[in-house]
């Protein structure tokens, strides 16, 4: 498994996380040492950004699949690498509860974890604010016994 960051401070944890590999994408060496190396690759980023840098580290056929933004892709793809690779740029929701089951086995059969940042639902608001302010390390998950204590 390869990671794309934007910020080197983040490989040590990326590797603790079980990334093999780390590719800093501000560095366009370290892009074109990865050219038309992966099959798939599944982009989380919520925000506009432009995909073009990471189809073009696709292999022939490979599919990018976009599940994190929702709205235009700016700047538009470029063309020409995707139809001369024969490359896709997908979507996909999280799916349902059938498929979110099938997930969260597969995590288990897999040992795939995540770190959370557990909260009360009481700091929603704050959780909120944080996320706004980019000031997330890793994703909220509320406690459910804090809505116990509010009621």
Avoid: W
Wanted: charged content about 20%; glycine content about 8%.
């Amino acid at each position: 498994m390869t990671l794309f960051t934007r910020s080197s401070g983040k490989e040590s944890e990326a590797r603790r996380l079980g990334a093999d590999h780390v590719v800093l994408s501000t560095d366009n060496q370290q892009m074109a040492a990865v050219a038309g190396h992966f099959d798939l690759i599944i982009d989380t980023v919520p925000t506009r950004h432009d995909v073009n840098p990471y189809t073009a580290t696709l292999k022939l056929n490979g599919t990018l699949v976009l599940v994190g933004m929702i709205g235009n892709i700016e700047p538009v793809p470029h063309t020409g690498p995707l139809i001369m690779g024969r490359k896709s740029i997908a979507g996909s929701l999280i799916g349902g509860i059938a498929e979110t089951q099938e997930m969260l086995d597969f995590c288990a059969e897999k040992g795939i974890t995540c770190d959370i940042e557990m909260i009360d639902m009481q700091y929603i608001n704050e959780a909120y604010e944080r996320m706004l302010n980019s000031d997330v390390k890793y994703r909220f998950v509320i406690d459910i016994a804090s809505l116990k204590q509010s009621a």
